[in-house]
Antibody, heavy 121, light 110 residues
Framework: QLQLQESGPGLVKPSETLSLTCSVSGGSIGSATSYWGWIRQPPGKGLEWIGTIYYSGSTYYNPSLKSRVTISVDTSKNQFSLKVGSVTAADTALYYC?????????????WGRGTLVTVSS | QSALTQPASVSGSPGQSITISCTGTSSDVGAYNYVSWYQQHPGKAPKLMIYDVSHRPSGVSSRFSGSKSGNSASLTISGLQAEDEADYYCSSYTRSSTVLFGGGTKLTVL
């Protein structure tokens, strides 16, 4: 059964780069039907889609974050990663990695538990 | 892209039916039949309840149903139960090949 687990620093300083990894277990990240994405939720607020990567490397980003975000896949480690540059307090959020068992970008039926990232000096 | 519009809160009594609306534009909700709905209990990851407007994933109760008309979509929960109390988010795939969420709706079961 496919499972996702986020990992990374829980505290990042303003202006630095936030880096998170999502480890995939129970299946191959290189599957031909695989979309892998990141979604975040500021404390007490709603969900915000950050972006998604197809197993081949094609990426899709939220236009409001595109200039600061990079999502990549490491098939050798069965992981995918998120980098957000020049972070501010507004980037403080619970970050989820997500995917779709059906292999689509349209919705996510598989989620990690989320990891809280706080931006503070 | 602006977030899809949802009511901040809705409420209903056990056994009743409630509907949560989700309004977008012709570039997102109105563009395709690709609206999904998520349920989120406090401290938990979101759970997919409806995909592609009206399809239920395996294991989701038939009390949950979805529909769409023009640029608006709706989630209806019938036979309301205490366990349905949660936050609900709509989401839409867009013409720009991106995903857009709604602001979320807090459902209170009275």
């Amino acid at each position: 059964q496919l499972q996702l687990q986020e990992s990374g620093p829980g505290l990042v300083k303003p202006s630095e780069t936030l880096s998170l990894t999502c480890s995939v277990s129970g299946g191959s990240i290189g599957s031909a039907t695989s979309y892998w994405g990141w979604i975040r939720q500021p404390p007490g607020k709603g969900l915000e889609w950050i972006g998604t990567i197809y197993y081949s490397g094609s990426t899709y980003y939220n236009p409001s974050l595109k200039s600061r975000v990079t999502i990549s896949v490491d098939t050798s480690k069965n992981q995918f990663s998120l980098k957000v540059g020049s972070v501010t307090a507004a980037d403080t959020a619970l970050y989820y990695c997500a995917s779709s068992v059906a292999g689509t970008i349209r919705y996510s039926d598989l989620w990690g538990r989320g990891t809280l990232v706080t931006v503070s000096s | 892209q602006s977030a899809l519009t949802q009511p901040a809160s809705v409420s209903g009594s056990p056994g009743q039916s409630i509907t949560i609306s989700c309004t977008g534009t012709s570039s997102d909700v109105g563009a395709y039949n690709y609206v999904s709905w998520y349920q989120q209990h406090p401290g938990k990851a979101p759970k997919l309840m409806i995909y592609d407007v009206s399809h239920r994933p395996s294991g989701v109760s038939s009390r949950f149903s979805g529909s769409k008309s023009g640029n608006s979509a709706s989630l209806t929960i019938s036979g309301l139960q205490a366990e349905d109390e949660a936050d609900y988010y709509c989401s839409s795939y867009t013409r720009s090949s991106t995903v857009l969420f709604g602001g979320g709706t807090k459902l209170t079961v009275l």
